[in-house]
């Protein structure tokens, strides 16, 4: 008892450490974005990536600024003026009302508590309820029970039973339809629809009938949701966060008087639409044109089918946010199992039913509800690129780039579930962070899957239904194909667009650079001819003519092709000529017109005329490979006595591609040419005279 008693405070003070800590989360990211902010860090995003991202920003979060604008003048002026005028009705005016609700092989504390809150709120009402339940036998005996005992001459409920063999949801809800449509109900009859693990709270069936009394016009309405989760925290408080996010969209929707879903948990229509014959066969048999897969059933979603059913129709759907309808979840086996089947469910739903509405055309949607069934889609893509740049960012290494953006997710997402959790029974928790950011960010991926993919269905949750692709082993694979080849190219233009964002890539420069590569590359290369003569190379003055001919060699540039012509005569080398550059060509007048005389001996050099890559004097290795060398039509001599310590003429070392032609080799001390590691070495008409 007194351990109990000391930790009440602690639970009292603990939503507000939450949200302390919440807070700080968020000011650390903007401590983060001021540190972030000068002009050089900046700088690394690139202008175009920030003028663009700054617009996607802006346009998302004036969006969303927007709904919660609206959600707000709904909730506190337009609803709560309803709201009062609805409690003006007195309880003898509401009209009659009847309950669909299905329910197959629940657990039996659930089963208890969705029926004996029935039982209860019917008790609120001046007219019986009439309640179709449809399930299995062991089940009908049970509910019997239940009922007996809240209700026991049965003047509130009226129980109308009907055995299930298990054909489903879809099925179970048109035949309760059906059944009520045989008892000639007042034209006035309110009908709900709910799940069998669906329990409704105290003043749901008051606060919700007045509505249908209020507003002719109104087709049907939903209500407010809270989970309760058994099993698994992570789903409870994933659960917790979609809801608070519904409460706020559905309060901004209805301010429209349309809505985009009304949920199959707990949902009202008038009789005059749930019991027409063409409801309960929507219910059952809905349907899908697809381009690709063709004409497929709808496995789930009914709840999706019915909403397009009266929304084609053109009645108003309201939604009733001081309404709470408490949905129970078991949990069982794999959470991330779980939470994936849920979303790629609800995400195919929300396709399969969204192209339908779109096509119905913003008069008979409403201006506001068509953009925002087409903001579903755009959605989509937006909500992928942070954590795309983040990836791109991670392998290139760009630590500031990735700074900036977490900073700003820090900054703002704290914000964003401060205002969503807002006025909440639920409690805002750190967790509810980096639930967000992966439930937002893997959903989008589900959604690219799945809005190529409508027809493959799956609903683990009720049995392990499943829907696979229909038609013959040949069809099914080219819808399939055609299916994957969509998602790959989707994903693909995606990519790019990110690769542009980080600068990765840049189509209006690369795309023409491309062009002009393929224009210069099918050119044959231009060879850029230099006149030795001309760069103070002179003939037959005994000269040192070394120095400015190893100068011009330095002096080329590191590109293209570069043929030197050496001059008619005698051109004295006091020193070696070496070559590191690739495509050089050395190119004299002919053996005995161009002649190299050699005036130097081994211990200057080993060789007259050294062909090599650059040495580089940190690694201490040669650099790469010299590719592309010619020599052609010139003698070389050299010129010291037989007793001098000999020289190799030509050595070529770490060479790739070499043509040798037309060389006369003459008194050459040691070897006339030395290959080292060297490739593709082509000699032709080289003359060689050794001294010895």
Same mark, same amino acid.
């Given at each position: 008892?007194?351990?109990?008693?000391?930790?009440?405070?602690?639970?009292?003070?603990? =939503?507000?450490?939450?949200?302390?800590?919440?807070?700080?989360?968020?000011?650390?990211?903007?401590?983060?974005?001021?540190?972030?902010?000068?002009?050089?860090?900046?700088?690394?995003?690139?202008?175009?990536?920030?003028?663009?991202?700054?617009?996607?920003?802006? +346009?998302?979060?004036?969006?969303?600024?927007?709904?919660?604008?609206?959600?707000?003048?709904?909730?506190?002026?337009?609803?709560?003026?309803?709201?009062?005028?609805?409690?003006?009705?007195?309880?003898?005016?509401?009209?009659?009302?009847?309950?669909?609700?299905?329910?197959?092989?629940?657990? =039996? +504390?659930?089963?208890?508590?969705?029926?004996?809150?029935?039982?209860?709120?019917?008790?609120?009402?001046?007219?019986?309820?009439?309640?179709?339940?449809?399930?299995?036998?062991?089940?009908?005996?049970?509910?019997?029970?239940?009922?007996?005992?809240?209700?026991?001459?049965?003047?509130?409920?009226?129980?109308?039973?009907?055995?299930?063999?298990?054909?489903?949801?879809?099925?179970?809800?048109?035949?309760?339809?059906?059944?009520?449509?045989?008892?000639?109900?007042?034209?006035?009859?309110?009908?709900?629809?709910?799940?069998?693990?669906?329990?409704?709270?105290?003043?749901? %069936?008051?606060?919700?009938?007045?509505?249908?009394?209020?507003?002719?016009?109104?087709?049907?309405?939903?209500?407010?949701?809270?989970?309760?989760?058994?099993?698994?925290?992570?789903?409870?408080?994933?659960?917790?966060?979609?809801?608070?996010?519904?409460?706020?969209?559905?309060?901004?929707?209805?301010?429209?008087?349309?809505?985009?879903?009304?949920?199959?948990?707990?949902?009202?229509?008038?009789?005059?639409?749930?019991?027409?014959?063409?409801?309960?066969?929507? /219910?059952?048999?809905?349907?899908?044109?697809?381009?690709?897969?063709?004409?497929?059933?709808?496995?789930?979603?009914?709840?999706?089918?019915?909403?397009?059913?009266?929304?084609?129709?053109?009645?108003?759907?309201?939604?009733?946010?001081?309404?709470?309808?408490?949905?129970?979840?078991?949990?069982?086996?794999?959470?991330?199992?779980?939470?994936?089947?849920?979303?790629?469910?609800?995400?195919?739903?929300?396709?399969?039913?969204?192209?339908?509405?779109?096509? /119905?055309? =913003?008069?008979?949607?409403?201006?506001?509800?068509?953009?925002?069934?087409?903001?579903?889609?755009?959605?989509?893509?937006?909500?992928?690129?942070? =954590?795309? %740049?983040?990836?791109?960012?991670?392998?290139?290494?760009?630590?500031?780039?990735?700074?900036?953006?977490?900073?700003?997710?820090?900054?703002?997402?704290?914000?964003? /579930?401060?205002?969503?959790? +807002?006025?909440?029974?639920?409690?805002?928790?750190?967790?509810?962070?980096?639930?967000?950011?992966?439930?937002?960010?893997?959903?989008?991926?589900?959604?690219?899957?799945?809005?190529?993919?409508?027809?493959?269905?799956?609903?683990?949750?009720?049995?392990?239904?499943?829907?696979?692709?229909?038609?013959?082993? +040949?069809?099914?694979?080219?819808?399939?194909?055609?299916?994957?080849?969509?998602?790959?190219?989707?994903?693909?233009?995606?990519?790019?667009? %990110?690769?542009?964002?980080?600068?990765?890539?840049?189509?209006?420069?690369?795309?023409?650079?491309?062009?002009?590569?393929?224009?210069?590359?099918?050119?044959?290369?231009?060879?850029?001819?230099?006149?030795?003569?001309?760069?103070?190379?002179?003939?037959?003055?005994?000269?040192?003519?070394?120095?400015?001919?190893?100068?011009?060699?330095?002096?080329?540039?590191?590109?293209?092709?570069?043929?030197?012509?050496?001059?008619?005569?005698?051109?004295?080398?006091?020193?070696?000529?070496?070559?590191?550059?690739?495509?050089?060509?050395?190119?004299?007048?002919?053996?005995?017109?161009?002649? %190299?005389?050699?005036?130097?001996?081994?211990? /200057?050099?080993?060789?007259?005329?050294?062909?090599?890559?650059?040495?580089?004097?940190?690694?201490?290795?040669?650099?790469?490979?010299?590719?592309?060398?010619?020599?052609?039509?010139?003698?070389?001599?050299?010129?010291?006595?037989?007793?001098?310590?000999?020289?190799?003429?030509?050595?070529?070392?770490?060479?790739?591609?070499?043509?040798?032609?037309?060389?006369?080799?003459?008194?050459?001390?040691?070897?006339?040419?030395?290959?080292?590691?060297?490739?593709?070495?082509?000699?032709?008409?080289?003359?060689?005279?050794?001294?010895?």
């Amino acid at each position: 008892m007194n351990k109990f008693a000391a930790l009440k405070p602690l639970q009292k003070l603990s =939503p507000y450490l939450n949200w302390m800590l919440m807070l700080s989360i968020s000011v650390l990211g903007f401590i983060g974005l001021k540190l972030l902010s000068n002009p050089e860090r900046l700088a690394i995003l690139g202008l175009s990536s920030l003028m663009v991202l700054g617009v996607m920003g802006s +346009w998302r979060w004036c969006w969303f600024g927007l709904q919660l604008l609206r959600s707000r003048i709904y909730l506190n002026w337009v609803f709560a003026r309803w709201r009062r005028r609805a409690n003006r009705i007195p309880v003898t005016n509401l009209p009659p009302l009847c309950i669909v609700a299905p329910t197959f092989k629940e657990k =039996p +504390w659930i089963t208890e508590r969705v029926f004996l809150a029935i039982a209860q709120e019917a008790k609120s009402l001046t007219q019986p309820v009439t309640l179709v339940i449809v399930t299995t036998e062991p089940e009908i005996v049970a509910i019997r029970e239940l009922l007996k005992s809240e209700d026991p001459d049965s003047r509130f409920v009226n129980l109308i039973a009907i055995a299930d063999p298990g054909g489903g949801k879809r099925k179970a809800l048109a035949d309760g339809l059906r059944e009520l449509a045989r008892l000639n109900l007042p034209p006035e009859t309110i009908v709900a629809l709910m799940d069998g693990d669906s329990v409704i709270s105290p003043g749901t %069936l008051r606060k919700c009938l007045p509505f249908f009394e209020m507003f002719p016009k109104m087709g049907a309405l939903t209500t407010d949701e809270m989970p309760i989760v058994v099993g698994s925290y992570l789903f409870s408080e994933w659960l917790h966060l979609r809801f608070c996010q519904r409460h706020l969209y559905m309060c901004s929707h209805s301010l429209s008087q349309k809505l985009l879903c009304l949920t199959g948990r707990f949902s009202l229509y008038r009789s005059e639409a749930a019991l027409d014959p063409t409801f309960a066969d929507v /219910l059952e048999n809905d349907k899908l044109d697809d381009w690709l897969w063709g004409n497929f059933k709808f496995l789930s979603g009914d709840d999706k089918s019915t909403w397009y059913w009266v929304l084609q129709r053109g009645y108003n759907l309201l939604y009733i946010p001081d309404v709470m309808v408490y949905t129970i979840e078991t949990i069982s086996g794999s959470f991330v199992d779980r939470a994936y089947q849920n979303i790629r469910r609800w995400s195919g739903n929300m396709l399969r039913n969204g192209n339908r509405a779109i096509a /119905l055309g =913003p008069n008979k949607t409403g201006w506001f509800i068509w953009y925002c069934l087409l903001d579903q889609r755009l959605s989509i893509w937006t909500s992928l690129i942070a =954590p795309g %740049l983040l990836l791109i960012y991670f392998f290139q290494t760009n630590w500031t780039a990735m700074a900036i953006i977490w900073s700003w997710i820090l900054l703002s997402r704290p914000i964003m /579930l401060a205002i969503v959790f +807002w006025g909440r029974e639920s409690h805002l928790k750190p967790i509810h962070l980096p639930i967000l950011l992966i439930a937002q960010w893997s959903s989008s991926l589900i959604k690219v899957w799945t809005q190529m993919n409508l027809a493959q269905q799956k609903w683990s949750n009720r049995g392990n239904q499943s829907q696979a692709v229909a038609g013959s082993r +040949w069809e099914r694979w080219a819808k399939t194909t055609t299916s994957r080849f969509l998602v790959v190219s989707q994903m693909f233009s995606f990519v790019i667009f %990110l690769l542009c964002l980080s600068k990765v890539v840049n189509p209006i420069q690369d795309l023409p650079g491309l062009w002009w590569n393929s224009q210069v590359l099918a050119q044959p290369p231009i060879t850029q001819i230099i006149e030795a003569i001309d760069r103070g190379i002179l003939p037959n003055d005994g000269q040192d003519d070394s120095a400015p001919l190893q100068a011009l060699i330095n002096s080329l540039p590191s590109k293209g092709i570069v043929q030197i012509n050496l001059p008619i005569g005698e051109i004295d080398l006091f020193r070696p000529i070496e070559i590191n550059r690739s495509n050089t060509i050395i190119k004299g007048q002919g053996m005995g017109r161009t002649i %190299l005389q050699a005036h130097f001996s081994r211990k /200057l050099a080993e060789a007259v005329i050294l062909i090599r890559p650059r040495f580089s004097k940190t690694l201490l290795v040669s650099q790469n490979k010299v590719k592309n060398i010619q020599l052609r039509s010139f003698t070389l001599l050299q010129m010291l006595s037989k007793t001098a310590s000999g020289l190799d003429g030509i050595v070529l070392e770490n060479v790739l591609h070499a043509e040798i032609k037309n060389l006369d080799l003459e008194k050459i001390g040691n070897h006339s040419l030395i290959l080292r590691k060297s490739e593709d070495i082509n000699s032709e008409y080289v003359s060689i005279n050794s001294s010895r």
